[in-house]
């Protein structure tokens, strides 16, 4: 008995927590990231740093199955790369200066770093490897830890310094045929999301550090989140901040003292005035369509930008343009403009959006809806990355005319542990976690409860959890003695740690309870459970009942097995 209780990490975990479980609602205080640690799932070494324990493993491991399983079915490659990366190809991409980047150096005086992510690595890789148009496409995938030199480490698995991700990379002969991969892995992404059935949002990105153009963040709406989202009442598009144009809300008084930002094109010769509302965020990258070389990442102040627009003698052959956002009009008090210049030398642009958006206002793309503003953490990022990579590090094929092409390349990255500790966090409730049943360390509790005779009844539960396990079920057995550990003690824990059924078995043997505690994240007319039922009802003696808001199934063991499995599928 001893063996078989120290072989279950579960118990484990309990007996060096007894304190946790004083209370019922004990869980309800306490932040997610330290629930984790409490409960033996994962223990964090110092800030930043997670070690995974066996519970946390388990939904770990379920989660990285999840992820294969989808690859797989759009015939990506699994690689496992080294987590130190040489410092030459980071310079090659410009992307060695990044300070989040884990630098360290050999006894040689070497420099790597512990890779973030891997578009260098692998886009050297297949380089090598890649000769003919024949050769492509390809997809290449790997889940495996990476770093992040963060500065504030936050609470537990959301942002650490050292964290588990799975990454992909396409390659193809264009970008039309690189958008048809995009596509093909973004497919894959909805169905690794719908097999965690926690309800998601994808959002239009702004493709940031990565670079590309086209860019796509997926999310768990929370009110915990550090992401903002915007989604259109209309036209229902979502986009993060960075991504979101809005008009001004209807109705609203325009705004009448504007404040300005100076911005140069990339050739210096064209003078951008930005006006906007007083006290709001500008956001220049808005206007990359209208002015596709306005130079937005330049951290001149104003009076730079306007001094290295006046140099030379000339103001001939420059020209200036002011672009007004949408909440001004036309009485709106504009700052002086510093630069001399002839009537009719400047262009003027009106009611574009250029400011971060409200919630309230009126989407840019439909102008029709009002946007709604949510909270949301990111767990996943998919990129068209176009020559981003393949250019700097010349990473050409040959094409069917025999002439050298540069490649044309997509990165997704999904966060593995930063998707657990996110579905935590939205999942979790007053009494523990509620696993999702395609991801719960364990999907079904077994408790021999009270009964007329012990012996028998653990007897005949080794046959049905053999065959719950044959069904493909995981099965955690509570082997703790009902005299030190009550039945109420029990199911209490089983629930605390999120797994979505607890079965007992006792005095309605040959029926045996089933408890409820798993949610049903998705509406439907029926589920599958009352399918079953409706033909199965009187067969399987089963009863279905709500006890303090709990959903309670009693059912003879002859119909254990596939109503267990019935009950799972919609969890
Ligand atoms: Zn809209």
Known sequence: MLARLLKKPFVRAYATNNQLFLSKDVSKDIPTHELFQKLGFTKQPSSGLVHWLPLGLRILRNVENIIHTEMRRVDAEEVALSSLSAAALWKTTGRWDNRELFKLQDAKGADYCLAPT?????????????????????????VARKYRDEKRPRAGLLRGREFLMKDAYSFDVSETHALVTYDKVYGAYKAIFRTLKIPFAIAEADTGDIGGSLSHEWHYVHHSGEDSLFTCSSCGSTSNIEKTLALPEVDSVPVDTAEVRYFLNESKDTLVALYYPVGRTLVPLFLKEEIP?????STLTDEETLAKFMEGEEIIGKSIIRVMDARLHDRTILPDFPVPFQRGSFTTLTGLPLVEAREGEVCYKCEEGRLERQKAIEVGHTFFLGTRYSAPLNATFTNEFGKPELMSMGCYGIGVSRIIAAIAEVTRDME????????????VTIIEGPGKNYQ?????????AQSLKEGGITVNRDFRPLERFGLGKKIRDSNLIGVPLVVIAGKALPRLE?????????????????????RKQEAWQWEVSEVKGREKHIVHVDGFVEVVQALLKDM
Not at 293 to 297: G, V
Not at 456 to 464: F, K, L, N, R, S
Request: charged letters at 25%; proline letters at 4%.
């Open 293 to 297: 070389d306005l130079n937005t990442k």
């Open 456 to 464: 028998q009844t653990v007897a005949m539960m080794d046959g049905v």
């Open 432 to 443: 523990g976690f509620v696993w999702p049943a395609t991801i719960a360390p364990f999907q």
């Open 118 to 142: 891997c578009e260098e690595e692998i886009t050297d890789i297949v380089k090598a490897h890649v000769g003919s148009y024949k050769d492509l496409p390809l997809i290449m995938y790997q």
């Open 514 to 534: 089933i408890e409820v505690r798993g949610k049903r994240w998705e509406q439907k007319e029926t589920y599958l459970w009352q399918e079953l039922r409706a």
